[in-house]
């Protein structure tokens, strides 16, 4: 069973910049698709970024793109999420998800991961 902890969470002012973190247990992360979503008061649960477990592409939503970055650091069973530049519509609750060995075609449909973490809030005032 794998299970995931997301950490780094909190309140920001517009413009400043957040480190989110999401450790997972598990012999095999390396084999994992990773992605983190989030999910606004009263919206669907939307894509943000991912890092594929196969070649190490990544990918992200249009909304978020040159100002976030995903990373994973596999040694430590750990994926980042890097979000810098950030604006009051970055506020929400993020997900982090992990599919195993998910083809990077799949990796921004969030039906494709079967594990999740709990979620950290993110707050960016204005």
């Known amino acids: 069973q794998v299970q995931l902890v997301e950490s780094g969470g909190g309140l920001v002012q517009a413009g400043g910049s957040l480190r989110l973190f999401c450790d997972v247990s598990g012999r095999t992360f390396s084999s994992y698709g990773m992605g983190w979503f989030r999910q606004a008061p009263g919206k669907e649960r939307e894509f943000v970024a991912a890092?594929?477990?196969?070649?190490?592409?990544?990918y992200y939503a249009d909304s978020v793109k040159g100002r976030f970055t995903i990373s994973r650091d596999n040694a430590k069973n750990t994926v980042y999420l890097q979000m810098n530049s950030l604006k009051p519509e970055d506020t929400a609750v993020y997900y982090c998800?992990?599919?195993?060995?998910?083809?990077?075609?799949?990796?921004?449909?969030?039906?494709?991961?079967?594990?999740w973490g709990q979620g950290t809030q993110v707050t960016v005032s204005s």
């Open positions: 890092s594929s477990w196969s070649d190490g592409s990544t």
């Open positions: 998800a992990a599919s195993y060995r998910l083809y990077n075609g799949a990796l921004t449909a969030k039906d494709k991961y079967p594990y």
